[in-house]
């Protein structure tokens, strides 16, 4: 304490840098009633049974009412005596909300200079149930908590303590910092993200990601009810795997793979087997564009046992169908084709992670894309590009905000990929056109990478003597993906 600060000349309390009296509110409010300078509850007011009821079944906020009309009074009159705000009293009288802190009760009862006699036994000044009610004709004898039990209670004293003993671990344990509406704007924004991530610039898309894993980071760091907690869990778990995308989408694998066991975490955390799935998938995902392939065939064999059906399970057997391919595993390959067919036909249940939408579903076109990429490193060139086609139509006919730019310009290069191997060139420049065009800030690295194979195709030496070939190889050479080494926000 600084050696200037003001004090109060009652309780000792540090008093505020605005206030200029000698004394804290509550000390001022209790000296004020004292002297009788305050509002005041007639006596006759407490014979009223129905007052007398409320009291009893410890409905405050029916007291409060009852009290005011009878003794005249206003809210803002009830508030000063009881000490809460009276947007609280407000919400006590219609019902919204309970009194169930023991000391917030206490001051309540105090407050209002409740009889003794109307009072549950710890509240009572005089514990004897012998003694005869007291109408108090002024304001004094008010209401405090007992702080000691009495040798002997009876069973009427010990039910009583149990049940407020009760109440105030009750009123401990729902204690939050967090509201639902909150959760549920929480909920919202990272809708918005999936949603937005598929055709929306991703460096504006990983900042927003940060900011709001940071605002969940802190929540989990506080107090809430069990519930809350574990939707909590589930967000702040869904915000580190969309990170973990992004930072494959950037070319960061360690990136993703840190984001992805911060993922897995929460999962465990939370017991959330929706969220196990998509890590376990996106895992393998990443470990499929790597060169640790058969590593991603063992991810999704976890992870098809994580999930029921629907999109989660189609996701799971097209990225092991592809998977399978680029080690040339056809029999496997294959195998994963047929589950993704079954899983189609089964009628799909939006899960945990799908209701997000956007990146964390699996739509036609994007599987189309998958089974096109399948039939590519196979070998299949011409059922590739009849898969790749219909992702591309699927895309392009579909709604504009569920148009993945990077699914569908990968699912260009397969066609490219096949158009190459069959010798048809002029076709293949084509489809390559849409994807140089591409904004710079939209060239995930996944692109890059598919690029330079297009581009080690072309300068195959049985292309050697096509000039579309070289002209075509000239255009995709040193084709920039995402830099990221440029500032994550402008100056």
Known sequence: MGKNARTCADCGCRLSQYNLEDRCAACSRDRRLDAGLGPSIPAEVWIGLDIQTA????????ASRLIRERAGLRQDDMAFMTGLSQSFLSMLEAGNRRLTNLDKAARFLQGIG??????????????????????????TGRVRTRTAAPDNPDLSDLAAQAAMQSLHFTDEIAKTNVTDVELEGLEFTLTQIASDYVHAPLRRIFTDLVTTRDRLFALLTGRQPVGQTRELLLLTGTSCLLLAHASQNLGDEDAAIA?????????EQADHNDLRAWVKGTAALIAEWSTRRQTALDYTRQAIQLTPGGQTRIRIAAIEARAAARIG?????????ENLQRARDQSAVPD???????????PEAKQEYYIGGTFALLGEHQRAEQHASTAIELYENGPKEH??????????LVIVTARVMA??????GEQLQPILKLPADRRIRQLGDAMRTVTRLLEEPRLARSPVAREIADATRGYQAIDTRTKALAP
């Open 55 to 62: 009291i009893t079944n410890w409905d405050f906020g029916l």
């Open 114 to 139: 409740t009889p003794d006699a109307l009072l549950a036994p710890p509240f009572r000044e005089h514990p004897d149930p012998s003694m005869p009610a007291q109408i108090p004709h002024s304001r």
């Open 259 to 267: 984001q992805l066991q911060t993922a897995w975490t929460f999962a």
């Open 329 to 337: 595993d056809r029999t496997t390959a294959m195998g994963a084709l």
């Open 352 to 362: 945990a992670l799908t209701r997000f939408g956007g990146l964390l579903t699996f």
């Open 403 to 412: 148009r993945s730019y990077g699914d569908e310009a990968l699912a260009r």
């Open 423 to 428: 010798g048809e060139i002029d076709g293949a």
